[in-house]
């Protein structure tokens, strides 16, 4: 039996040793078990690589550029991509992706990345995702302890369907989305406001800090699971803003806000008091309590409000709305 060559310069002679590694869709999947050791420099024209159980003992191309997505899984042993991976998306409905999973001793991302999404989890040695990473849709990050991201997210847009937003946007929302479940401070956030619709910052249980959302041109602002939040920053929004599951979050500052549309609250469980200042009727469009078991709206707010708040009842069991005036001093 011949054994095949192990080195290429060019995807014609890798194609020849390798044919079952191409499909007919323009993936190319790369196995450590292929026992390559060198990569051909040019690999132009893919439209995905996959990179499968793979260490430090392959010579990667200097660039990657691909059409839809880049992923490296299962790569124990590699503590370094030093390709600058480029992936140009296909369209806006169908962006690109770099997808980074189960690599274990993975600890620089030397080689710069720039995509419309980045997918890591299961990377534990991963603690920054420093300036030369450039991702404009979502940045998702699981099972992993990146702490600190030192690059701009420059985050414009996506497509993204849940219930809520479908039913309020009809199916299309171009959203920046952010899931960091180790990170903790967030002290840089860019956006583009003439062509963001909607900022999602959602599942990230250390994050202490929230940036300044402070924007009336975005039409939507949600803010979920986010349990070590306890107060918020300033935040003005032309459309509806959406505040869930943040344990942490005691109380509402009146005078940081500006929501032209609804203030959207649930599953708040400390969120007990709300502002009753007259001023909040300027400072809100509507305010809807949905899911807060025991919250606490005064007489006085609900005339400042001049009857625009929806009260939802608690599921299980149904509770009414608690209206109390304020105890005096």
Known sequence: MTQKPTSFDNVRELKEAFPE?????GRLKITGEMGIKRLPQDMSGLRYLSLIGIGDDITLPRRIITSHGVEFLDCNGLEAITSQIIVKGESEYDPGIVRLGKCPDLKYLAGGIKTQNLDIYGCPKLKEISHNVDISHTLHVMDSNVSQVN????LTESVIFTRTLTERFNGTVRSPKLYLQSLENLEQFAFRPEITKMIGIWKCPKLRNLPNLACEGIQGISLGELPSITSLPEIACGHDVNLFSMEGLTHLDVN??????????????????????PEIGNRLGSLNIEKQEGVHVTRALWDHMDGRIHLGQHPVPPVEPIFEEPSPH
Do not use: H, R
């Open 21 to 25: 590694a191409f499909d007919d869709e």
């Open 256 to 277: 940081s806000l500006k929501v032209n549309g609804c203030l959207e609250i649930a599953d708040c469980p400390n969120l007990t008091e709300l502002p009753d200042s």
């Open 151 to 154: 690059c701009d997210l420059n």
